[in-house]
C-alpha cells in the first residue's frame, strides 16, 4: 500500500471515531451536551503585537585570491613588465598605455569589429608621424612610405613567443573573464569572443594594390563602400599594407591554433 492510501485510510478511521464519539454524547449523556451549550465562550486574550526585529545583512565572503596574480594594486606594473619582455621595453613604453591594461584588452578585442574603438579604452597609442599618400586628389591611395612607420610594431608581433603568450593569457583569464562580464553578456566567454574576433582578422582580404581613398574631412576614407564600411580591425589591416598584414593574419593564426588546441 502506497504512502497516500495509508494516509486516506488513517482520515477515514479518524473521522469515525470523532463522529461515534458525537453520537455517544448527544444521545446517552443529553447532560453533557446540555451543559456544552450553556457554557460560556471565552475569548481568547489578545495577542501582543509582533515587530520584526532589524534585518542584519550578512555580505557573503570575499573569493579567495588567486594565488598565481599579482595583488589588484600590482596588476598594471606586472602585466606592464610582461609586455616589456615580450615586446622590448623602449617598444612598449612609446606605445602602450601602462594604467587599466586588462580592461583595455578585452574593450579593444570587444570593439574591433565594430566601427570605432575609444580612445580611452585603446591600450595602442597613435603610431608617431602622419598617414602617408600619394597620387592627385582624385587618385589617392596609401603611400609605402607608411611601412616604415608600422614596421617596429609589427616585427614585435610577428616574433611573440605564442606558446609564452597562452600561458600568461590562461593565468590571467579570470580577470579577461570578469571585465568581460561587465562590458557584455555575464553569460558569454572572453575566449569564445576573442576567437570570434580572430577569425574575422583572418578572414579580413587584404587588397593588392592600394584602395583609393578620399579626403571629406579630417580623416581619409576609403572610396569603396564596402571598405570603409569594415571594422577597426580591418581597417587597421588595410592601413598596414599586404606585406605587413600578411604578418600580422599569420601570428594569429598561430595564437588561434593554440587557443582552440586540446590541454
Known sequence: MNRFAKNLLWLIFVGLVGLSVYLWISHEQPQIVQLLARAPVSEAPPRPAVVPSAITFVPPPEPLADPSLPAPADRDAALANLGRAALGAVLFDERFEATGIVRRIVVSVDALPGPKLALKDRLLRAVPGYFAVEGSDTDLHRS?????????????????????????????????????????????LFNDRLIAVIDQLLAVEIPASPPRLVHPGV????ADPALEAQGVGAKMLFRLGPAHAAR?????????????AAP
Open 144 to 188: 609605402p612610405l607608411n611601412d616604415a612607420r608600422y614596421r617596429p610594431l609589427v616585427d614585435a608581433f610577428a616574433q611573440l613567443n605564442v606558446a609564452a603568450l597562452l600561458l600568461h593569457y590562461r593565468q590571467w583569464y579570470p580577470l579577461f573573464q570578469q571585465i568581460y562580464a561587465e562590458i557584455a553578456d555575464p553569460r558569454a
Open 219 to 222: 580623416y581619409y576614407r576609403y
Open 248 to 260: 600580422v593574419q599569420h601570428k594569429l593564426q598561430e595564437f588561434r591554433a593554440g587557443l582552440t
